[in-house]
């Protein structure tokens, strides 16, 4: 996080500041239980954000109530009185921490948080492995400021090349609960098929059910090695795919897609890796694969 600011020049009494930072799509900031910004009396404001590719400051009437989160942002009127826009700076990578634990590799958080309804700040030091494999989440005070931990992951797949797929092979690479008895399919998918048109997109990610059309995402995955990856949270599946098999900054992004709707809640459900043949596509010569 770092710190935003700016001034409101005519604002009127009672009014002010919603601001959003842009990762794919818009989010409130800097926290869902702290969406206002409020004027001083020289109008200006300031506050924390949460870093992004863009941000916007929105000067409000009183009384509105704003989105957490939209795809586009809101239009003039109705509450909305000005809207500026401002492009986010390249900054310096953010090295994370990783810590191996149970069998997988986790990412220590660093970053604040409003979990449990309040800001929070997180330090990674407070997470760590003994030699006997136990973990350690620790909670303290320093100077006055209290910190947290959290260790969180992510599904990755390095697949070498898919795109020698003719129309009918399909490579699915998904989370499912198999023995749900319900109709409700708790499923999040990235999926690699051109699903039966020789020169369609061979690629997507998908929220089942995929008959909604805003649960699906479809690409283009060029030919050669990619990495796909899924990390899963509360009321949010985030997927990118990217080339090669180095994840970092210098890695190029093919594709990426943040879903907040239909997001399932996690359950028994298991990874699946499944390979087979999409309704034998008519006209296609089946190949082994």
């Known amino acids: 996080m770092d710190f935003i600011e700016g001034r409101a020049s005519g604002a009127k009494s009672g009014e002010q500041i919603d601001f959003y930072a842009r990762s794919g ?66 900054a310096a990578p953010i090295v994370s921490k990783v810590i191996h634990f149970s069998g997988y590799n986790w990412s220590v958080r660093n970053a604040a948080s409003d979990r449990g309804g309040q800001p929070n700040s997180y330090d990674p030091s407070n997470v760590w492995t003994y030699k006997n494999g136990y973990l350690h989440l620790r909670m303290e005070e320093h100077d006055g400021l209290w910190t947290c931990a959290e260790a969180s992951g992510s599904y990755i797949f390095v697949v070498q090349d898919t795109g020698h797929f003719g129309p009918s092979p399909a490579l699915g690479l998904y989370t499912n609960d198999d023995f749900r008895t319900d109709d409700i399919r708790s499923q999040l998918d990235i999926e690699l098929s051109r699903w039966g048109i020789a020169d369609s997109k061979n690629a997507q990610y998908v929220v089942q059910p995929f008959y909604v059309r805003e649960n699906v995402l479809r690409f283009t995955a060029p030919v050669g090695m990619l990495t796909h990856m899924l990390r899963w949270e509360s009321g949010r599946a985030s997927f990118k795919t990217v080339r090669g098999s180095v994840i970092g900054p210098g890695a190029a992004t093919v594709s990426e897609n943040i879903f907040t709707a239909g997001v399932p809640t996690p359950d028994k459900e298991t990874v699946h890796m499944g390979l087979y043949s999409y309704r034998n596509a008519k006209g296609s010569s089946q190949q082994p694969v």
């Not at 409020?38 to 300031?46: E, G």
């Not at 704003?66 to 390249?90: D, E, Y």
Request: hydrophobic share 40%; glycine share 8%; proline share 11%.
């Open 25 to 90: 799509i818009w989010w409130i900031q800097p926290f869902v239980n702290q969406p206002f910004t409020k004027l001083q009396p020289d109008s200006t404001w300031r506050n924390l954000t949460h870093l992004g590719t863009d941000y916007a400051a929105i000067l409000v009437e009183p009384g509105f109530q704003p989105a957490t989160k939209v795809t586009t942002l809101p239009a003039q009127g109705n509450g909305v009185v000005a809207i500026a826009n401002s492009k986010g700076m390249p």
